[in-house]
């Protein structure tokens, strides 16, 4: 029988300090029926008994509190520590520095670069996006995954699902619509980097398989090798 060596991958996800993680959770529970083929070495939360804390005691994974340093070196000590291979940011909330660029991935609930950078993340990213639209410079609001450079959003974007926007959306109506891309894709396009069929030189060009350049979720600049 042929053994399947997993790669480690690492989660970080702030949550609240009584709740969320439903990204990692969805993570958590694809590891573990094999669509997702990742060893999950640890669950990282800047909350020290917060819902991810309760989270990665439920699944008996390790947990790892990581709180007001966030400087190369904790984050680069964590991958150390866990042996990382892999480094996925599901709803995490603080800069990230000194990560392998390459190996460093994060999903986003909005249209990037568009709304993208500095506060834009969770609700404060999706009220940006139904702004946005109502002033007419986007026509769709987005689920983007990308790599991870020490810049906010700014690494490139290998995964782009177009989330349709009402003219009378809320925060909370364009939320049910775009937490359930989230949670089916990212296990899904996360198995694609962490069995490598998507990379990034970290320089210029991501690589994707044939057959990806066919989605409708592959964003142009991939398409069209414009990098």
Known sequence: MRTITHQR???????????????????????FTGVLQALIVGLVSNYESGGVFHLAHRYNIPF??????????????????????????????????????????NIHPAPLPQIGGKGMYG?????ATIDAFKAGTIQYGAVCMHFVTDEIDGGPTFFEHPIYIHGDDTVATLKKRTSPVEHGYQPLVTNLVVTGQISWDGIHEVIVPEWYRLMPFCPTHIIDNDY
């Not at 991958?9 to 590891?31: M, R, V």
């Not at 609700?123 to 009220?127: I, M, R, V």
């Open 9 to 31: 991958l690492l989660i970080f996800a702030s949550g609240t300090p009584d709740g969320g993680g439903s990204g990692a959770e969805k993570l958590l529970e694809n590891a």
């Open 64 to 105: 790892f509190h990581l709180a007001h340093d966030f400087s190369a070196e904790k984050y680069q000590r964590l991958v150390v520590h866990t042996q990382a291979d892999v480094v996925a940011l599901s709803g995490w909330l603080k800069m990230v520095r000194g990560l392998d660029r390459t190996r460093t991935i």
């Open 123 to 127: 609700e404060h990213a999706l009220q």
